[in-house]
């Protein structure tokens, strides 16, 4: 009989598969003796690895998915669908639910117990499929206590704390702080918010209520409105969780929250700000696993995308991406970061703050004892090879990076502009000479978000003469355009999820040339359109045409009045 493969320890597995060295283990081994937690968390703890990757190498190796359940939060709804002495019995967590997909996650101590995992398919009558993860027995058995027992939606923590009925099941447990409703009332709130893909939370204090908003696919809409009387102990456990201090009620504080979610982590970067009606708090959801895409994932066309790819492979110089506030600059920014970054090459960033961490990368968040000007000026004493710089606000910070530029490096930044033609005019404004410009910028990118059309309620239509010649199509042919209707999928909004429409403006020795000699925006653009370049709007066009977006929406974030 042949004897089974002997499986590995996970750091010598993790240095044969080239994912970690020697060293590096060595370093994760002497941590794990000091702090006495398993090997896998101080090897993502240091950076040495990501979560990801763990977890498909232990995969790989067990036939298993680890989760760390030390700050995760199940769903409701998965919680509800086994019962406690189940859980207890088989040493399960129920983490999540997708009801489109049917798949049910769970932590389990043994995720190859076959009869437990059958004993509750014949429970849930093979509805859902079970997902099982790997989880340490002991955090499975104190969140099991934890979060069974508790009303985890928002409307029945409500009614508890409106009734002021005790839970005196809460009270026999040994964590005390989940026996209190505001605590499980703003964990609630925060699942929500993620669970209907929210890229912001807002809690606004009026004279007698606290409104809630969710900014969803760039669009603020209102979801809760809650008495006053619940904010000041909302307020405070936000601020517990955001590490602000309590005490203090008439400054503006910043702080983040890291919290593991329908099975995933993320972070929230939270601003308190003083109003009359009491303090206005703000979360800002950061995921990493929406924030950090692939530059193939982009939706660039071929020639965009071959642009782009050649402008990144100039040595140096600077690349500019432009748009308002909310337009994805960032995760762009991210997306070339990722695809450049390797042992061979040295990035230092500057960010106000640092939203998603890069392994590998040097980043550093702008303070009041480090601006971007002062910033910059001591990176490049570190040696680095890419710069990247949160933004270009002012005339010392455009100078420090132009001087980077000029001296070997690439930088990239971002400046708010309307267009990417527009970035010069802007240059100007803020003080950098034509001669500094010429040359030194590679490139701008200029990019907004749209909406998508909700794939399951879109519906189509015959385009009338008017939107044919917006769209630049003759009137002879046969057009259908899609428009949004509204179903339980998407909230009954039309739209679910956005995508990004780019113009890209590669600088050459023509463009460089009309910029040293001051010529208007106008000149400029001309010349572009001559050389290939192709503006916003028509890439917005192109998103019409496929299905994929509506015309009233990019006539939303983009000028259409040219092609009237």
Not at 285 to 299: A, E, N, Q, S, Y
Not at 337 to 353: A, F, Q, R
Request: proline content about 4%; overall charge negative.
């Amino acid at each position: 009989m042949s004897q089974a493969p002997k499986t590995l320890p996970l750091g010598e597995l993790l240095v044969v598969k080239g994912v970690i060295s020697s060293d590096q283990l060595h370093i994760a081994l002497t941590e794990q003796k000091k702090s006495g937690s398993q090997l896998g968390k101080e090897l993502v703890r240091l950076g040495f690895v990501s979560d990801a990757t763990l977890r498909e190498s232990l995969s790989e190796n067990l036939g298993q998915v680890s989760v760390d359940l030390s700050n995760v939060l199940p769903t409701a709804n998965a919680i509800a669908l086994i019962p406690k002495d189940v859980a207890k019995r088989n040493l399960m967590l129920p983490l999540a639910l997708d009801i489109e997909t049917k798949k049910l996650t769970v932590a389990m101590a043994n995720p190859n117990n076959l009869v437990a995992l059958d004993q509750v398919r014949t429970l849930l009558r093979n509805t859902y499929e079970l997902m099982p993860m790997l989880g340490a027995e002991a955090d499975i058995i104190r969140a099991i206590d934890q979060y069974y027992g508790f009303e985890l939606s928002i409307d029945g923590i409500l009614h508890e704390i409106e009734t002021g009925q005790i839970d005196y099941i809460s009270l026999s447990n040994v964590d005390a702080e989940y026996s209190q409703p505001v605590v499980r009332l703003i964990d609630a709130l925060l699942a929500d918010a993620v669970h209907r893909s929210a890229s912001d939370v807002h809690f606004e204090p009026e004279q007698q209520f606290v409104r809630i908003r969710y900014r969803i696919d760039g669009v603020l809409r209102q979801i809760r409105s809650l008495h006053k009387t619940y904010w000041p102990a909302m307020v405070v456990r936000l601020k517990v969780m955001s590490g602000m201090n309590i005490a203090e009620t008439r400054a503006p504080q910043d702080g983040r929250i890291s919290l593991g979610i329908s099975g995933r982590q993320l972070d929230f970067r939270v601003a308190a700000q003083p109003t009359v009606h009491g303090e206005n708090v703000v979360l800002r959801i950061l995921d990493r696993h929406k924030g950090l895409v692939p530059l193939d994932h982009l939706g660039l066309p071929d020639d965009n995308l071959h642009l782009l790819k050649l402008m990144i492979a100039r040595p140096e110089g600077i690349i500019l991406v432009t748009g308002p506030t909310g337009s994805g600059k960032t995760t762009t920014l991210y997306s070339i970061l990722s695809h450049i970054n390797s042992e061979g090459v040295n990035i230092m960033t500057l960010e106000d703050p640092v939203e998603y961490p890069l392994p590998m990368i040097r980043q550093t968040s702008v303070s009041e004892k480090v601006d971007f000007s002062s910033g910059i000026r001591s990176m490049m004493r570190q040696d680095p090879d890419i710069i990247l710089v949160g933004e270009i606000r002012d005339k010392d910070t455009a100078e420090m990076a132009f001087r980077a530029a000029m001296t070997g490096h690439q930088v990239y930044s971002t400046l708010h502009t309307n267009s990417a033609v527009g970035a010069i005019p802007r240059l100007l404004d803020i003080g950098v000479l034509p001669d500094i410009m010429a040359g030194n910028i590679i490139g701008v990118i200029a990019q907004r978000l749209v909406r998508k059309l909700c794939q399951s309620c879109k519906v189509g239509k015959k385009a009338d003469d008017f939107e044919r010649h917006i769209l630049g199509m003759d009137s002879a042919q046969s057009l259908v355009l899609y428009q949004p209707q509204g179903c339980s999928k998407c909230d009954n909004q039309g739209y679910k999820g956005r995508l990004s429409i780019l113009e890209i403006l590669k600088f050459d020795g023509d463009l460089d040339e009309l910029i040293a000699h001051r010529s208007t925006t106008r000149e400029i653009r001309l010349r572009a359109l001559e050389k290939g370049f192709r503006p916003l709007a028509e890439d917005a066009i192109r998103r019409v045409l496929e299905g994929i977006t509506s015309l009233d929406e990019i006539a939303r974030v983009v000028d259409l009045t040219d092609r009237i």
